[in-house]
Protein backbone atom coordinates (compact mmCIF):
# COMPACT_ATOMS: atom_id res chain seq x y z
CA UNK A 1 0.00 0.00 0.00
CA UNK A 2 2.34 2.96 1.40
CA UNK A 3 4.70 1.83 -1.95
CA UNK A 4 1.68 2.32 -4.26
CA UNK A 5 1.18 5.70 -2.91
CA UNK A 6 5.00 6.65 -3.51
CA UNK A 7 5.22 4.55 -6.72
CA UNK A 8 2.36 4.97 -8.50
CA UNK A 9 0.04 8.12 -7.05
CA UNK A 10 3.92 9.60 -5.85
CA UNK A 11 2.78 11.01 -2.60
CA UNK A 12 4.90 10.76 0.60
CA UNK A 13 1.17 10.68 2.03
CA UNK A 14 -2.27 10.75 1.76
CA UNK A 15 -2.53 14.96 1.78
CA UNK A 16 -6.43 14.56 2.57
CA UNK A 17 -6.38 13.75 6.23
CA UNK A 18 -9.85 14.75 8.06
CA UNK A 19 -7.98 15.32 11.47
CA UNK A 20 -6.07 18.22 11.63
CA UNK A 21 -1.89 17.04 12.24
CA UNK A 22 -0.23 18.44 15.51
CA UNK A 23 2.11 20.70 12.92
CA UNK A 24 0.71 21.46 10.47
CA UNK A 25 3.14 23.32 7.88
CA UNK A 26 1.33 23.86 4.45
CA UNK A 27 -1.13 26.67 4.74
CA UNK A 28 -3.77 25.61 1.35
CA UNK A 29 -6.84 26.91 0.47
CA UNK A 30 -7.95 31.08 0.47
CA UNK A 31 -4.42 33.38 0.66
CA UNK A 32 -6.86 36.05 1.44
CA UNK A 33 -7.62 34.74 5.07
CA UNK A 34 -3.86 33.79 5.87
CA UNK A 35 -3.03 37.14 5.05
CA UNK A 36 -5.59 38.97 7.12
CA UNK A 37 -4.80 36.52 10.07
CA UNK A 38 -1.18 37.14 9.82
CA UNK A 39 -1.69 41.02 9.80
CA UNK A 40 -4.18 40.14 12.89
CA UNK A 41 -1.01 38.62 14.53
CA UNK A 42 1.50 41.00 13.37
CA UNK A 43 -0.39 43.79 15.18
CA UNK A 44 -0.51 41.87 18.33
CA UNK A 45 3.23 41.47 18.03
CA UNK A 46 3.65 45.23 17.85
CA UNK A 47 1.39 46.17 20.29
CA UNK A 48 1.83 46.67 24.03
CA UNK A 49 -1.68 46.10 24.79
CA UNK A 50 -3.65 42.47 26.25
CA UNK A 51 -5.72 41.29 24.23
CA UNK A 52 -9.39 38.67 24.29
CA UNK A 53 -10.32 37.65 20.79
CA UNK A 54 -12.20 35.61 18.65
CA UNK A 55 -11.46 33.49 15.94
CA UNK A 56 -15.40 32.13 15.05
CA UNK A 57 -16.75 30.26 11.74
CA UNK A 58 -19.37 27.72 10.91
CA UNK A 59 -18.21 23.72 11.64
CA UNK A 60 -15.22 22.35 9.05
CA UNK A 61 -13.84 26.18 8.03
CA UNK A 62 -10.53 25.53 9.71
CA UNK A 63 -10.21 27.21 13.20
CA UNK A 64 -8.21 24.29 15.23
CA UNK A 65 -6.11 24.20 11.68
CA UNK A 66 -5.39 27.46 11.93
CA UNK A 67 -4.66 27.86 15.16
CA UNK A 68 -1.84 24.79 15.49
CA UNK A 69 -0.37 26.38 11.82
CA UNK A 70 0.45 29.81 13.48
CA UNK A 71 1.28 27.89 16.82
CA UNK A 72 3.94 25.75 14.99
CA UNK A 73 5.51 28.33 12.67
CA UNK A 74 2.65 31.05 11.32
CA UNK A 75 4.03 33.68 13.83
CA UNK A 76 6.96 32.91 13.55
CA UNK A 77 6.94 33.73 9.58
CA UNK A 78 5.20 36.67 10.93
CA UNK A 79 7.75 38.17 13.19
CA UNK A 80 10.38 37.32 10.40
CA UNK A 81 8.48 39.78 8.03
CA UNK A 82 8.39 42.12 10.83
CA UNK A 83 12.08 41.92 11.27
CA UNK A 84 13.10 42.63 7.78
CA UNK A 85 14.13 45.64 8.12
CA UNK A 86 13.19 47.84 11.16
CA UNK A 87 10.45 46.76 13.47
CA UNK A 88 11.20 44.30 15.93
CA UNK A 89 15.35 43.57 16.51
CA UNK A 90 16.02 40.95 19.68
CA UNK A 91 12.32 39.70 19.87
CA UNK A 92 11.24 36.44 21.97
CA UNK A 93 7.82 35.52 22.27
CA UNK A 94 5.66 32.22 23.82
CA UNK A 95 3.04 30.27 21.85
CA UNK A 96 1.18 27.92 24.03
CA UNK A 97 -0.15 24.84 21.63
CA UNK A 98 -3.71 25.30 21.55
CA UNK A 99 -6.19 24.05 24.55
CA UNK A 100 -8.92 22.21 23.84
CA UNK A 101 -11.95 22.89 26.18
CA UNK A 102 -13.14 20.19 27.87
CA UNK A 103 -16.42 19.91 29.74
CA UNK A 104 -17.66 16.32 32.22
CA UNK A 105 -19.47 14.93 34.60
CA UNK A 106 -18.22 17.43 37.44
CA UNK A 107 -17.51 20.49 35.33
CA UNK A 108 -18.27 23.00 37.37
CA UNK A 109 -14.08 24.48 36.85
CA UNK A 110 -12.83 21.57 34.87
CA UNK A 111 -12.60 24.30 32.07
CA UNK A 112 -10.02 26.02 34.79
CA UNK A 113 -8.16 23.07 35.77
CA UNK A 114 -7.64 22.50 31.84
CA UNK A 115 -6.21 25.89 31.12
CA UNK A 116 -3.69 25.90 34.39
CA UNK A 117 -2.57 22.45 33.98
CA UNK A 118 -2.00 23.17 30.13
CA UNK A 119 0.10 25.94 30.87
CA UNK A 120 1.99 24.42 33.90
CA UNK A 121 2.86 21.29 31.42
CA UNK A 122 4.03 23.55 28.63
CA UNK A 123 6.21 25.49 30.66
CA UNK A 124 8.00 22.61 32.15
CA UNK A 125 8.67 21.86 28.61
CA UNK A 126 10.12 25.42 27.90
CA UNK A 127 13.54 26.55 28.88
CA UNK A 128 13.26 29.84 28.23
CA UNK A 129 10.47 29.90 30.47
CA UNK A 130 12.61 28.13 33.66
CA UNK A 131 14.87 30.99 32.92
CA UNK A 132 12.22 33.83 33.27
CA UNK A 133 10.89 32.27 36.89
CA UNK A 134 14.25 31.39 37.98
CA UNK A 135 15.05 35.31 37.75
CA UNK A 136 11.80 36.25 39.08
CA UNK A 137 12.02 33.94 42.44
CA UNK A 138 15.93 34.53 43.02
CA UNK A 139 16.03 38.18 44.03
CA UNK A 140 14.25 41.18 44.87
CA UNK A 141 11.41 41.81 42.18
CA UNK A 142 9.70 44.40 42.38
CA UNK A 143 7.28 43.49 40.00
CA UNK A 144 6.87 40.27 41.29
CA UNK A 145 6.63 41.38 45.11
CA UNK A 146 4.11 44.27 44.24
CA UNK A 147 2.04 41.79 42.89
CA UNK A 148 2.36 39.43 45.75
CA UNK A 149 1.45 41.69 48.10
CA UNK A 150 -2.15 42.62 46.18
CA UNK A 151 -2.42 38.42 45.46
CA UNK A 152 -5.25 36.40 47.52
CA UNK A 153 -2.34 33.76 47.37
CA UNK A 154 0.36 35.99 49.03
CA UNK A 155 1.50 33.76 51.54
CA UNK A 156 1.61 30.64 49.62
CA UNK A 157 3.82 32.40 46.93
CA UNK A 158 6.06 34.32 49.35
CA UNK A 159 6.61 30.91 50.77
CA UNK A 160 7.37 29.52 47.35
CA UNK A 161 9.98 32.59 47.20
CA UNK A 162 11.40 32.34 50.61
CA UNK A 163 12.07 28.31 50.06
CA UNK A 164 13.93 29.09 47.15
CA UNK A 165 11.90 26.48 44.93
CA UNK A 166 12.56 25.77 41.14
CA UNK A 167 10.03 26.20 38.52
CA UNK A 168 9.38 22.45 38.09
CA UNK A 169 8.69 22.56 42.00
CA UNK A 170 6.51 25.70 41.34
CA UNK A 171 4.12 24.31 38.69
CA UNK A 172 4.09 21.56 41.00
CA UNK A 173 3.12 23.28 44.10
CA UNK A 174 0.79 25.15 42.41
CA UNK A 175 -1.29 22.24 41.24
CA UNK A 176 -0.80 20.19 44.54
CA UNK A 177 -1.25 23.02 47.34
CA UNK A 178 -1.65 26.32 46.54
CA UNK A 179 -5.09 25.61 45.00
CA UNK A 180 -7.56 24.89 48.02
CA UNK A 181 -8.78 21.29 47.01
CA UNK A 182 -11.89 20.32 49.22
CA UNK A 183 -14.17 19.98 47.94
CA UNK A 184 -11.97 19.23 44.88
CA UNK A 185 -13.65 20.51 42.47
CA UNK A 186 -15.65 23.89 43.57
CA UNK A 187 -16.32 27.01 42.30
CA UNK A 188 -14.47 28.26 45.51
CA UNK A 189 -11.53 27.61 43.61
CA UNK A 190 -11.69 29.78 40.97
CA UNK A 191 -10.74 33.00 42.80
CA UNK A 192 -7.29 30.91 43.44
CA UNK A 193 -7.05 29.74 40.00
CA UNK A 194 -7.38 33.15 38.58
CA UNK A 195 -5.03 34.44 40.36
CA UNK A 196 -2.29 31.71 40.04
CA UNK A 197 -3.24 32.23 35.94
CA UNK A 198 -2.27 36.16 36.41
CA UNK A 199 0.64 35.29 38.57
CA UNK A 200 2.17 32.95 35.67
CA UNK A 201 1.01 35.55 32.48
CA UNK A 202 2.70 38.43 34.79
CA UNK A 203 6.19 36.73 35.12
CA UNK A 204 6.38 34.89 31.55
CA UNK A 205 5.85 39.04 30.39
CA UNK A 206 7.96 40.08 32.99
CA UNK A 207 9.20 43.53 30.92
CA UNK A 208 13.13 43.22 31.90
CA UNK A 209 13.76 39.21 31.23
CA UNK A 210 10.28 37.98 30.26
CA UNK A 211 9.08 37.21 26.56
CA UNK A 212 7.98 39.81 24.50
CA UNK A 213 4.79 38.79 23.56
CA UNK A 214 2.51 35.68 24.79
CA UNK A 215 -0.16 34.06 22.69
CA UNK A 216 -2.65 31.37 24.11
CA UNK A 217 -5.13 29.74 21.81
CA UNK A 218 -8.23 27.94 23.69
CA UNK A 219 -10.33 25.95 21.16
CA UNK A 220 -14.20 24.83 21.01
CA UNK A 221 -14.95 27.28 23.22
CA UNK A 222 -18.65 26.58 22.42
CA UNK A 223 -18.77 24.07 24.72
CA UNK A 224 -19.47 27.15 27.26
CA UNK A 225 -23.27 26.67 25.44
CA UNK A 226 -23.82 23.43 27.07
CA UNK A 227 -22.80 24.44 30.61
CA UNK A 228 -25.36 25.21 33.15
CA UNK A 229 -25.85 29.17 33.31
CA UNK A 230 -24.15 29.54 36.53
CA UNK A 231 -21.08 27.87 34.97
CA UNK A 232 -21.43 29.66 31.88
CA UNK A 233 -21.36 32.77 33.71
CA UNK A 234 -18.15 32.06 36.00
CA UNK A 235 -16.58 31.17 32.58
CA UNK A 236 -17.13 34.76 31.42
CA UNK A 237 -16.17 36.57 34.88
CA UNK A 238 -12.96 34.68 34.22
CA UNK A 239 -12.07 35.85 31.00
CA UNK A 240 -14.06 39.59 31.96
CA UNK A 241 -11.20 39.72 34.70
CA UNK A 242 -8.35 38.41 32.41
CA UNK A 243 -8.46 41.11 30.16
CA UNK A 244 -9.07 43.79 33.27
CA UNK A 245 -5.79 42.68 35.32
CA UNK A 246 -3.55 41.42 32.34
CA UNK A 247 -2.62 44.74 30.73
CA UNK A 248 0.16 44.05 28.35
CA UNK A 249 1.71 41.60 26.00
CA UNK A 250 -0.73 38.56 26.79
CA UNK A 251 -2.74 37.69 23.82
CA UNK A 252 -5.96 35.29 23.89
CA UNK A 253 -7.42 33.64 20.92
CA UNK A 254 -10.96 32.18 21.63
CA UNK A 255 -11.94 29.27 18.88
CA UNK A 256 -15.89 29.53 19.00
CA UNK A 257 -17.70 26.93 16.20
CA UNK A 258 -21.20 28.26 15.10
CA UNK A 259 -24.48 26.91 13.69
CA UNK A 260 -24.61 29.90 11.10
CA UNK A 261 -22.63 32.45 9.58
CA UNK A 262 -24.03 35.04 12.11
CA UNK A 263 -21.53 37.07 14.60
CA UNK A 264 -24.95 37.34 16.93
CA UNK A 265 -24.40 33.73 17.80
CA UNK A 266 -21.62 34.75 20.05
CA UNK A 267 -23.66 35.87 22.33
CA UNK A 268 -24.67 32.12 23.55
CA UNK A 269 -20.81 31.81 24.56
CA UNK A 270 -20.05 35.41 25.31
CA UNK A 271 -21.71 37.83 27.88
CA UNK A 272 -21.92 41.20 27.01
CA UNK A 273 -19.13 42.52 29.43
CA UNK A 274 -16.45 39.64 27.51
CA UNK A 275 -17.66 41.09 24.11
CA UNK A 276 -17.06 44.72 24.55
CA UNK A 277 -13.55 43.55 26.17
CA UNK A 278 -12.84 41.84 22.47
CA UNK A 279 -10.13 43.81 20.38
CA UNK A 280 -10.42 41.39 17.07
CA UNK A 281 -13.63 39.58 16.16
CA UNK A 282 -12.23 37.31 12.99
CA UNK A 283 -14.58 35.35 10.80
CA UNK A 284 -12.99 32.32 9.40
CA UNK A 285 -14.83 31.92 6.08
CA UNK A 286 -12.64 29.64 4.28
CA UNK A 287 -15.51 28.21 2.20
CA UNK A 288 -14.34 27.57 -1.02
CA UNK A 289 -15.69 28.70 -4.42
CA UNK A 290 -14.76 26.67 -7.19
CA UNK A 291 -11.42 28.06 -8.22
CA UNK A 292 -10.26 27.88 -5.11
CA UNK A 293 -11.24 24.68 -4.22
CA UNK A 294 -9.23 22.83 -7.34
CA UNK A 295 -6.39 25.51 -6.05
CA UNK A 296 -6.67 24.06 -2.95
CA UNK A 297 -6.85 20.20 -3.69
CA UNK A 298 -3.73 21.60 -6.44
CA UNK A 299 -1.68 23.09 -3.17
CA UNK A 300 -2.03 20.13 -1.24
CA UNK A 301 -1.13 17.60 -4.04
CA UNK A 302 2.03 19.63 -4.50
CA UNK A 303 3.48 19.84 -1.22
CA UNK A 304 3.19 16.34 -0.27
CA UNK A 305 4.14 15.10 -3.61
CA UNK A 306 7.20 12.15 -3.79
CA UNK A 307 10.48 13.38 -4.75
CA UNK A 308 10.37 10.55 -7.21
CA UNK A 309 7.64 11.88 -9.24
CA UNK A 310 8.68 12.86 -13.26
CA UNK A 311 8.20 15.92 -14.63
CA UNK A 312 5.38 15.20 -16.82
CA UNK A 313 2.93 14.87 -13.82
CA UNK A 314 0.10 17.55 -14.10
CA UNK A 315 -0.75 20.09 -11.03
CA UNK A 316 -3.64 17.15 -10.25
CA UNK A 317 -2.38 14.22 -11.03
CA UNK A 318 -3.41 11.18 -9.85
CA UNK A 319 -6.51 12.95 -11.07
CA UNK A 320 -7.38 14.61 -14.52
CA UNK A 321 -8.07 18.53 -13.68
CA UNK A 322 -11.21 17.73 -14.98
CA UNK A 323 -11.90 15.31 -12.91
CA UNK A 324 -11.19 17.23 -9.96
CA UNK A 325 -13.69 19.49 -10.80
CA UNK A 326 -16.25 17.20 -11.33
CA UNK A 327 -15.86 15.41 -7.92
CA UNK A 328 -16.21 18.84 -6.04
CA UNK A 329 -19.26 19.40 -8.02
CA UNK A 330 -22.66 17.86 -6.88
CA UNK A 331 -25.74 17.29 -9.96
CA UNK A 332 -23.42 19.57 -12.13
CA UNK A 333 -23.23 22.80 -10.08
CA UNK A 334 -21.13 23.84 -7.61
CA UNK A 335 -21.65 24.22 -4.25
CA UNK A 336 -19.35 26.39 -1.60
CA UNK A 337 -17.92 24.21 0.77
CA UNK A 338 -15.21 23.94 3.95
CA UNK A 339 -11.66 22.55 3.45
CA UNK A 340 -13.12 19.55 5.07
CA UNK A 341 -15.66 18.77 2.65
CA UNK A 342 -13.23 18.77 0.30
CA UNK A 343 -10.83 16.30 1.90
CA UNK A 344 -13.60 14.01 2.62
CA UNK A 345 -14.53 13.67 -1.22
CA UNK A 346 -10.45 12.58 -1.77
CA UNK A 347 -9.71 10.65 0.99
CA UNK A 348 -12.47 8.73 -0.79
CA UNK A 349 -10.88 8.57 -4.00
CA UNK A 350 -7.11 8.19 -2.57
CA UNK A 351 -8.57 5.15 -1.25
CA UNK A 352 -10.90 3.35 -3.76
CA UNK A 353 -7.47 4.01 -6.26
CA UNK A 354 -5.59 2.32 -3.27
CA UNK A 355 -8.08 -0.48 -2.74
CA UNK A 356 -7.52 -1.36 -6.44
CA UNK A 357 -4.19 -0.80 -7.04
CA UNK A 358 -5.24 1.20 -9.98
CA UNK A 359 -2.27 1.92 -12.42
CA UNK A 360 -2.17 5.18 -13.59
CA UNK A 361 0.44 6.29 -16.68
CA UNK A 362 2.16 9.84 -15.15
CA UNK A 363 0.95 11.13 -18.32
CA UNK A 364 -2.45 10.18 -18.29
CA UNK A 365 -4.22 11.07 -15.20
CA UNK A 366 -7.31 8.97 -14.14
CA UNK A 367 -10.38 10.62 -15.85
CA UNK A 368 -13.85 11.08 -14.00
CA UNK A 369 -15.31 8.43 -15.83
CA UNK A 370 -12.82 6.05 -14.80
CA UNK A 371 -12.76 7.46 -11.22
CA UNK A 372 -16.72 6.71 -10.97
CA UNK A 373 -16.90 3.21 -12.18
CA UNK A 374 -14.17 2.22 -9.09
CA UNK A 375 -15.14 5.10 -6.01
CA UNK A 376 -17.54 4.59 -3.20
CA UNK A 377 -19.52 7.33 -2.13
Known sequence: MDNYLRDVLYLNEDPFKIGVPEHPEI?????DIKRDLERMIGNMLVSESSTLNVIWGILGTGKTYSSKYFYNKGIRNV???????????EFDFFCFPPFTTTIG???DIQFFDMLLNEIGLNLRRSDRAKEIFEKALSGDDSLVNSFIETSILSYQFKSVIDSGINPDELFQKISESFLPSDPPLSLTRIPYILETFIFILKILSHPEYGFKRIF???DEVEKFEQMPRVEWQTNNNFLRDYVDKILEKVHVMLLITTARRDVAELRQFLDDPVRRRLTYVFELTSILEENQAIQYV???LYYYRSDNAPGVLSSTFPFERDCVRKLITESGTYQAIPPRGINIVFQKALASLRREAYQINPDEPITFEQLKEIMVT
Open 216 to 218: IWI
Open 79 to 89: LEELQKGRILD
Open 105 to 107: GMR
Open 27 to 31: WAGSE
Open 298 to 300: EQL
